[in-house]
């Protein structure tokens, strides 16, 4: 079975610049999560989407972070303008209503 | 408070010696709990659920204490693999059956031969 997929691995951006994450998860789980790893913490929950609508987004900072899951399966993530403290770990997950969880390899994202 | 707290550690011990982990939530509510390892650069997996009645899985103990909000996990005859940060999962019972996870920091965890 295919994993989550995320692209690209790796990413350096200035800050205020503009940068996408790209997630395809496992077919067919209906469920797809954003998560924050911030060096030496746990992941923190972005976004959260069930299909194609979202079920929690009360963590996502909305002034500059926009998540979207067109179709129900792929989504993207997008930090405009980027911050310093935006470097991080961005991870997507998926599972199949809410069981079979399962992350990517993660985006690194440095902001200098 | 922390949803989920973890004492970051380090923790380093020699192969073969046996080492437990801690970690309390905060919301009484929560039913389901995981362990989950990652590796260094890599993503968090499942290691192991943790269940009520306390579970094993070869060398690896959880155990779980609902009255005190307390989850443990005991790790006997260390081997040099076992390195890497473990983190305490709780799910988030204002989620529902969503399936949104609560994390705690991780305990990073060092096995020296």
């Known amino acids: 079975e295919a994993g989550v997929a995320q692209s690209p691995r790796y990413k350096i951006i200035e800050k205020r610049q503009s940068v996408a994450f790209w997630c395809n998860p496992i077919?067919?789980?209906?469920?797809l999560y954003w998560y924050q790893q911030i060096l030496g913490q746990g992941p923190k929950l972005l976004i959260q989407f069930q299909n194609n609508g979202v079920v929690d987004d009360s963590q996502l900072p909305k002034d500059r972070f926009s998540a979207e899951r067109l179709k129900g399966v792929d989504s993207t993530l997008k930090i405009q303008p980027a911050k310093l403290e935006d470097s991080a770990v961005y991870l997507c997950?998926?599972?199949?209503?809410?069981?079979?969880?399962?992350f990517g390899s993660g985006t690194r994202l440095t902001v200098v | 408070r922390k949803e989920v707290e973890q004492d970051p550690g380090p923790f380093n011990v020699p192969e073969g010696a046996t080492v437990a982990f801690n970690c309390t939530y905060s919301?009484?509510?929560?039913?389901?709990f995981f362990w989950y390892r990652q590796d260094c650069r890599k993503e968090p997996k499942l290691l192991m659920s943790v269940y009520s009645s306390g579970n094993e899985d070869g060398r690896f103990t959880a155990q779980l204490n609902r009255a005190s909000q307390y989850i443990s996990l005991l790790i006997r005859d260390s081997k040099l693999s076992d390195s890497a940060t473990y983190l305490c999962?709780?799910?988030?019972?204002?989620?529902?059956?969503?399936?949104?996870?609560?994390f705690g920091q991780g305990t990073t965890l060092q096995v020296k031969p």
């Open positions: 919301n009484s509510a929560s039913q389901s």
């Open positions: 077919s067919g789980h209906a469920t």
């Open positions: 997950a998926s599972s199949l209503y809410g069981s079979g969880y399962t």
């Open positions: 999962v709780v799910n988030d019972p204002l989620g529902g059956n969503t399936g949104k996870l609560i």
